[in-house]
């Protein structure tokens, strides 16, 4: 269990004591999409749904979720965000919306987390949005796709990661 860093010697959960490490700058990216029928996609590009403009709703999710992580990922610590983006493009070729989430802070842990639930609850939103057009949605290729700072340094996803 020695790499594990939320599991004690004899396998117990604990939360990662970061008290000493130097507070930088971080920032994490992550992407997600929602593949779905054309006619859905088209729907959602328009801002005809029932419920409202699905982008709109998706990125207010998806900034609101990085906010609540540390309620929602268990172990994982409360942090000050500085900035959190949700950006939603179409993706017209495979048919999908992609979600992408920016998060920054300056402080003692990563914004990994962060990043992963804003695109993770964004995607989540835009398949409660457009279920009703469309229940044979897919959520896919929710991913880290970058990182900033920390002890453990850069991290940039290749083309032959997952």
Do not use: F, W
């Not at 964004?122 to 970058?146: F, G």
């Amino acid at each position: 269990m020695g790499d594990l860093t939320h599991l004690d010697a004899s396998g117990h959960a604990r939360m990662v004591d970061v008290g000493d490490k130097q507070v930088t700058a971080r920032e994490a990216v992550a992407s997600g999409r929602v593949r779905m029928a054309p006619a859905t996609l088209a729907r959602a590009l328009a801002g005809d749904s029932k419920k409202g403009s699905v982008r709109a709703a998706a990125q207010i999710a998806g900034i609101m979720a990085a906010k609540k992580t540390a309620e929602l990922i268990p172990l994982c610590h409360p942090i000050p965000l500085s900035s959190v983006a949700v950006d939603i493009a179409a993706d017209e070729a495979v048919g999908a919306l992609v979600v992408t989430a920016r998060a920054r802070t300056s402080g003692q842990t990563g914004v990994e987390m962060e990043a992963l639930t804003a695109v993770s609850v964004a995607c989540l939103t835009i398949y409660d949005m457009l279920k009703a057009s469309d229940r044979a949605m897919v959520i896919e290729e929710i991913a880290l796709l970058e990182k900033r700072g920390g002890a453990s340094g850069d991290y940039v996803r290749g083309p032959s990661a997952g």
